[in-house]
């Protein structure tokens, strides 16, 4: 039950701050609290800056005890997201995990991960290949087409 209460707390912030933060938008499934969806802006000065990527979010009823489990909707070229299942290669949801994180600054860290990914344990071993042979140019132009594809903002909304 204390799983739940800390859901509730964190959907009351969320409500209150959503004018907060431009670059996620956290949303409670309304039949159940362990199942939300987030929609995280791409960061800027990457290939993903002109996309909005769609994450799933379970939560367990061990939450915050245990991490939730989180994957991309939204398909995405990027070394630490399995390009099929979108499953997230990210410690924070794995080994260092902490009861303190919550489900937005879960969010954050997905954006930072877009900003720096981590070649060396790739889930898309393409992507992480193109990475760790210094081709930047093909990484980028991979990721960019993708963004493009899959998570381009309407135009006019930038």
Known sequence: MASRARLFKEYKEVQRDKSGDFDIQLHCDDTNIYRWTAHIK?????PYQEGIFQLAINVPEQYPLVPPQVRFVTKIFHPNVHFKTGEICLDILKTAWSPAWTLQSVCRA???LLAHP???SPLNCDCGNLLR???QRGYHSMARMYTRLSAALPSGSH
């Open 133 to 135: 042979s210094g081709d």
């Open 42 to 46: 791409g960061p800027i000065d990457t």
């Open 110 to 112: 997905v954006i930072a």
């Open 118 to 120: 981590e070649a060396d």
